[in-house]
Structure formats: C-alpha cells, structure tokens
C-alpha cells in the first residue's frame, strides 16, 4: 500500500468521522478470523473503525501496524483505541458499452395525419 500525503489523511479522516467501528478486537488480539473479518470489511468499505478493547497503547500501535501489513492497508488514525484504516477499492470494470440501437424505420403512413372517417348521422344531407 502506498503511503498517503497528509492532504488524503486529513480527508479520510473527515470522512471516517462519522463511522462507527465495524471490527472489535477483543480480549484474544489479533486473531486469525479477526483479520479475516477487517479483510472482508475492507473488500465492502475502503474506511473502517476498528475498536480495540482492553491493551495497552503500545500493544495498540503494534496492532494497528500487523493490521495494515495483513491487508495490504493504509493507517489513517489511531485514536484512544480506535484504529481507522483504509484500503483503496478494486477499479470498476469498464461499463460494457450496448451495441448501438438498430436504425428506425420510419413508414410513411404513420407521419400522416389520419384519414378522416365519417361518423354516424353526420352525412350529407340531401
């Protein structure tokens, strides 16, 4: 993952703002599935919170750190115990363009106005 220029920190932190954490990691650490779960998230939003209960702030930073290395992320922030992490999404497949629509054809008698019929009762009189 590349590292982001403070102008794309600031702005995913404004972003994440709003977020609630999407992860917790609680009393086990990091584990397996719980790096399996921050993948999946990251796969669904590019931004996540990440909540992390009862370590220390270096065990947090260390954490943060084997995050972003297992899932190929960004550190945004590292708040209290709040981890934001990003990770760009896969490229959008090109749109697949439909073949072009298949030419009008205009009738002739259908730019015409309409015949006129006589109604009933409304003949010449004689």
């Given at each position: 993952?590349?590292?982001?220029?403070?102008a794309?920190?600031?702005?995913?932190?404004?972003?994440?703002?709003?977020?609630?954490?999407?992860?917790?990691?609680?009393?086990?650490?990091?584990?397996?599935?719980?790096?399996?779960?921050?993948?999946?998230?990251?796969?669904?939003?590019?931004?996540?919170?990440?909540r992390?209960?009862?370590?220390?702030?270096?065990?947090?930073?260390?954490?943060?750190?084997?995050?972003?290395?297992?899932?190929?992320?960004?550190?945004?922030?590292?708040?209290?115990r709040?981890?934001?992490?990003?990770?760009?999404?896969?490229?959008?497949?090109?749109?697949?363009?439909?073949?072009?629509?298949?030419?009008?054809?205009?009738?002739?008698?259908?730019?015409?106005?309409?015949?006129?019929?006589?109604?009933?009762?409304?003949?010449?009189?004689?």
């Open positions: 993952m590349k590292e982001l220029t403070p794309e920190r600031r702005a995913l932190r404004a972003r994440a703002h709003a977020l609630h954490p999407t992860v917790m990691i609680g009393g086990a650490g990091l584990t397996g599935t719980v790096l399996r779960e921050i993948d999946l998230a990251l796969k669904h939003h590019e931004l996540i919170k990440i992390m209960l009862g370590e220390d702030r270096g065990a947090r930073r260390a954490a943060l750190e084997r995050v972003c290395e297992a899932a190929d992320a960004a550190p945004v922030q590292l708040i209290g709040i981890l934001v992490v990003f990770r760009p999404g896969p490229e959008p497949d090109p749109p697949v363009q439909a073949p072009p629509p298949a030419p009008r054809r205009i009738l002739a008698k259908a730019r015409r106005a309409p015949a006129r019929v006589p109604r009933a009762g409304r003949g010449r009189r004689r």
